[in-house]
């Protein structure tokens, strides 16, 4: 439960949301580790994005559009050889919002689909898929009575495209899964223990393995050292904190696990290009 993204997607009656053109990225992500109740469409519209699903990573170029399964453990990260800054949308939501009044054949494919069904660009799928996604999003944009009936069909017809696609073959080797598992426990400790004074041999131990061994581990699986994804994390928390409350800086830096205000504001300064004063001012 503690990686669970804690954003409510859409409303209770139309549990859809559409996140468009997104760009932003901190430290190397995109989006950190989490999973959430809804499926999720995610679509690279310009660049490269390296998504990681349940540890399992995958670099997608523009115009690839991925069905993530509910309940799945997922991340975003920049890719450093692309030469085009990276640009992505997403639709996230709720089974319910296509469900059927009878478990029918949809609702079986929806909810035994535990791996990644894509669309790349090159498939015939893909260019009847383009405009579908257009088209959402011009009328998620809309007001029009109409809206969420149109939603509503437009997300079956571009589930049609993606499901028709063979799903690759779920089974993992017994590696696999260790390392998966592993990936799991780590961010759950890191996500409910990131403001204590954490150290790497405190971090390996979780896991059982040694320093060496855990920093090559946490670094072919993040792409960056324990303690620079910990930081990352903990800036985006404070962001987070900054925008959601009216809590001094101050006492902030130190919610989140910083010891210095000063070392605090200077690393946030670094990777939002940003004060936290200017942040805070920027996004009320």
Do not use: C
């Not at 800036?235 to 989140?256: K, Y």
């Not at 010891?259 to 670094?270: I, L, P, T």
């Amino acid at each position: 439960m503690a990686l669970k993204e804690p954003t409510w997607h859409g409303t209770l009656t139309l549990p859809v949301a559409w996140y468009g053109h997104a760009r932003r990225s901190w430290d190397g992500f995109f989006f950190f580790p989490h999973w959430h109740d809804e499926l999720e469409l995610f679509t690279v519209e310009k660049g490269q994005i390296e998504l990681i699903i349940n540890g399992h990573a995958r670099v997608m170029a523009a115009g690839t559009t991925a069905l993530i399964p509910a309940r799945v453990i997922h991340a975003a990260h920049v890719v450093p050889a692309s030469t085009v800054a990276a640009q992505f949308s997403a639709i996230v939501f709720a089974p319910r919002f296509i469900a059927s009044e009878t478990t029918d054949a949809v609702q079986a494919v929806l909810t035994k689909t535990r791996t990644v069904a894509t669309v790349t660009p090159g498939m015939v799928n893909q260019a009847a898929l383009a405009p579908l996604l257009d088209q959402f999003a011009t009328v998620y944009a809309a007001t029009a009575p109409e809206r969420p009936l149109l939603l509503k069909g437009l997300l079956l017809l571009i589930l049609a495209q993606l499901l028709t696609n063979p799903i690759p073959d779920p089974r993992r080797t017994a590696q696999a899964r260790l390392q998966e598992q592993r990936q799991k426990q780590i961010l759950t400790y890191l996500n409910t223990r990131f403001a204590e004074p954490l150290t790497v041999p405190e971090l390996a131990a979780v896991i059982n393995l040694s320093p060496e061994q855990f920093t090559r581990f946490f670094k072919a699986a993040f792409h960056r050292t324990p303690m620079a994804f910990l930081l990352a994390f903990r800036l985006q928390q404070a962001a987070l904190l900054l925008r959601q409350t009216a809590a001094p800086i101050t006492d902030i830096a130190f919610q989140v696990g910083f010891q210095s205000a000063n070392y605090f504001a200077a690393q946030f300064k670094r990777h939002y290009e940003l004060s936290p004063t200017a942040f805070r001012k920027m996004t009320e």
